[in-house]
Nanobody, 125 residues
Framework: QVQLVESGGGLVQVGGSLRLSCAAS????????MGWFRQAPGKEREFVAA????????FYGDSVKGRCTIFRDNAKNTVYLQMDSLTPEDTAIYYC??????????????????WGQGTQVTVSS
């Protein structure tokens, strides 16, 4: 059973930084793409970033490009999202996700099967 547990959310001021973590268990972590999505109140869930199984290829949503870095530690079964220069528009629940199939890359919610419970990020002005 695949389990994803996010941590690292919280309250931060405009211009600040946060690092989110997602610990995965239940299968061979190093064979699967990992992604981050977010959902603000009243809005659809939005793609933030993804990293392939090796960590060599990364992908970013337009709204965070240049401000966020996704990376993974396959030895620790953990994926991270470093977020810098945060703005109030970054306020959302952030979800970690992974596809059902190994070696699959996806940039939309429909490409992902397993989801964490989410961690709240609030950016105050």
């Amino acid at each position: 059973q695949v389990q994803l547990v996010e941590s690292g959310g919280g309250l931060v001021q405009v211009g600040g930084s946060l690092r989110l973590s997602c610990a995965a268990s239940g299968r061979t972590f190093s064979s699967y793409t990992m992604g981050w999505f977010r959902q603000a109140p009243g809005k659809e869930r939005e793609f933030v970033a993804a990293v392939d199984w090796s960590g060599r290829s990364t992908f970013y949503g337009d709204s965070v490009k240049g401000r966020c870095t996704i990376f993974r530690d396959n030895a620790k079964n953990t994926v991270y999202l470093q977020m810098d220069s945060l703005t109030p528009e970054d306020t959302a629940i952030y979800y970690c996700a992974t596809p059902r199939r190994a070696y699959a890359i996806g940039l939309s919610t429909g490409d992902y099967t397993y989801w964490g419970q989410g961690t709240q990020v609030t950016v105050s002005s």
